[in-house]
């Protein structure tokens, strides 16, 4: 039993936060060095009163214009913003799509490699015909973890949801993967408070870092520096690695889409692989860095634009939170 990606769909957020309204909020903030060095002029932001699993189902509602939903018989669902500790959000998901009642459905907790993560798991289920047709949907609501004067990550992160169906195929259209994980990284992006080992405190203690960014406990802390060091020492060596496990080169792929999480460490990124532009996607102007959805969203606006094509070899990295990351390559 092998797979492929049949449809892919996204939706994001009718808000968007520019980086002149951040400047507004945050005068501090630099706009000429945001653009510059993120290359972000604008992310979509959810409402208050709307969630990941409220993204999802649209994101889903989208993808379904190209699937039938009664084909479904597995739902994966990817976030760290979920509705309620539980029930998972997959199985809300399920009945909000009025999607048949015998299939699985299932959460996981995963950040910018979790779409990798996601096909890797479909793989799994089509390959051993527990599932013939999965939904795997990553859906953030990242903005409502981040403080409001935190300049640095206000500028980074947006929200949105995507949706892709995973088939059973009559050929292998997703290969091999490389998986990686060192949780001894674990504090360089976290949310510290709001779990079983640390409750949200009702008034917690307001820091300011060397940069002028303001966060708590509560909210989402990342220590930048850090989480670049750890994707430039591992990502370059699972790139290497995903193309020895599928017996192929970098010159034999049409294109190359890594989790979108700022224009400098993707340029980065590029040269160090000794990558074409022509083959490598940047473009997180107009979304900023949606976590999980970045590689999804990437992958639909290529096919859109003609970018890519049926029968295009990809090679898809995801890396991040966790800290963790992924490789596999897919055939369009």
Known sequence: ???????????????TLTNQDLQAEIPALDIEKTESKLGIKQRHISAVDETALDLAVKAAEKVFTNFDRKEIDFVI???????????TTACILQDRLQLCKDIGALDYNLGCSGFVYGL???KGLIHTQIATNVLLVTAETYSK?????????????????TATVITASERNQIFEFVLGTDGSG??????????????????????VDATGNVTTANHLKMIGPDVFNFTIKHIPKAVQQCLEKNNTTLEALDFIIFHQANKYMLEYLRKKIK?????FYIHLE????TVSSTIPIALQDCLVNNRIKKGDKVLLVGFGVGL?????????
């Not at 669902?77 to 029930?87: A, E, K």
């Open 1 to 15: 039993m092998y797979s492929k990606i049949a449809t892919t769909a996204y939706y994001l957020p009718t808000t």
């Open 77 to 87: 669902l990817c976030t760290q913003s979920p509705d309620y500790f539980l029930p």
């Open 120 to 122: 890797a798991m479909a």
């Open 145 to 161: 973890h981040l403080h409001p004067m935190d300049r640095s990550n206000r500028s980074i992160f947006g929200d949105g949801a």
């Open 186 to 207: 674990k504090d360089k992006l976290i949310v510290p408070n709001g779990g079983m080992r640390h409750a949200k405190i009702a008034m917690p203690e307001t820091t």
């Open 275 to 279: 990558a074409p532009e022509t083959k």
């Open 286 to 289: 107009d979304t900023g860095n």
């Open 324 to 332: 963790s990351w992924a490789a596999t390559m897919v055939e369009i």
